[in-house]
């Protein structure tokens, strides 16, 4: 079992930063895959960013590349997205998702998620 608690949303404007973290309970932490996923009003749930147990291996939507990063600190039992160059269709809730298998970029494949945390960007 892991629970996961997301934090880090928050307002910013358009070309800001922010950083999400993803802390979750339990010893098994570095055995899972994590990923990132986002909801928008109105729409369906999408694949932000996966990232292997290790944290060697990272995978994201087209339309992040080049300004998200996925890592993680399986020490501290946290993973982190760090969002750069933030454009106002990213404004959405961000969802933190663990599984005990491998990267998958499907939201059903996973097991476990966070409440969310809301990201809004302003134009």
């Known amino acids: 079992q892991v629970q996961l608690v997301e934090s880090g949303g928050g307002l910013v404007q358009a070309g800001g930063s922010l950083r999400l973290s993803c802390a979750a309970s339990?010893?098994?932490?570095?055995?899972?895959?994590m990923g990132w996923f986002r909801q928008a009003p109105g729409k369906e749930r999408e694949f932000v960013a996966t990232i292997s147990w290790s944290g060697n291996i990272r995978y994201y939507e087209d339309s992040v590349k080049g300004r998200f990063t996925i890592s993680r600190d399986n020490a501290k039992n946290t993973m982190y997205l760090q969002m750069n160059s933030l454009k106002p269709e990213d404004t959405a809730v961000y969802y933190c998702?663990?599984?005990?298998?491998?990267?998958?970029?499907?939201?059903?494949?996973?097991?476990?998620w966070g409440q969310g945390t809301q990201v809004t960007v302003s134009s």
């Open positions: 998702a663990a599984r005990s298998g491998g990267m998958q970029r499907n939201a059903y494949e996973y097991d476990y």
């Open positions: 339990g010893r098994t932490f570095s055995s899972y895959a």
